[in-house]
């Protein structure tokens, strides 16, 4: 059944949408904190820079398939998200860290992903391989 729209309520409507201005909601960032809720597995790994191959330590959750990243276990938004569809892991040795694992596509050169500028503005990764260092041996192979 619809509603018929008559000319009294259709201007009354228009002049309240012509007062108020319209607003884009704001992310109260409980979309992520859904997402990051309940993790299938969460914790710390040394993750090595794609332009400078510093090492910095960050917080990971991986959660349907996707592997995110924080600077802090405390931050609302992920430095970086890696989609895990159709990449591949393996085991690397590094003499400058140990339990090394990379992350990498067999099909493509570049893996899809996407991570935050210093200006917090999202920008596509460039990565042809996310390596990694865990804690422990036990650690990489989970």
């Known amino acids: 059944m619809t509603a018929a729209i008559y000319p009294a309520n259709s201007s009354s409507l228009y002049d309240s949408i012509k007062k108020e201005p319209f607003k884009i ?60 569809e159709n990449v591949q892991v393996r085991d690397i040795a590094d003499r400058s860290k140990p339990n090394c694992f990379e992350i990498f596509s067999p099909d493509s050169d570049i893996i899809k992903a996407c991570k935050t500028d210093s200006e917090g503005k999202v920008i596509e990764g460039k990565h042809t391989v996310y390596r990694m260092s865990a804690g422990t041996a036990e650690d990489r192979q989970e």
Do not use: A, V
């Not at 909601?25 to 820079?49: S, V």
């Not at 349907?64 to 989609?83: A, H, Q, S």
């Open 25 to 84: 909601p704001e992310d109260d960032g409980n979309d992520l904190m859904h997402t990051f809720f309940n993790p299938d597995r969460e914790g710390w790994l040394w993750k090595q820079g794609g332009r400078y191959k510093s090492w910095k330590r960050r917080w990971f959750i991986l959660n349907d398939n996707c592997l995110y990243y924080f600077e802090f276990t405390t931050d609302k938004e992920p430095r970086g998200i890696i989609p895990l």
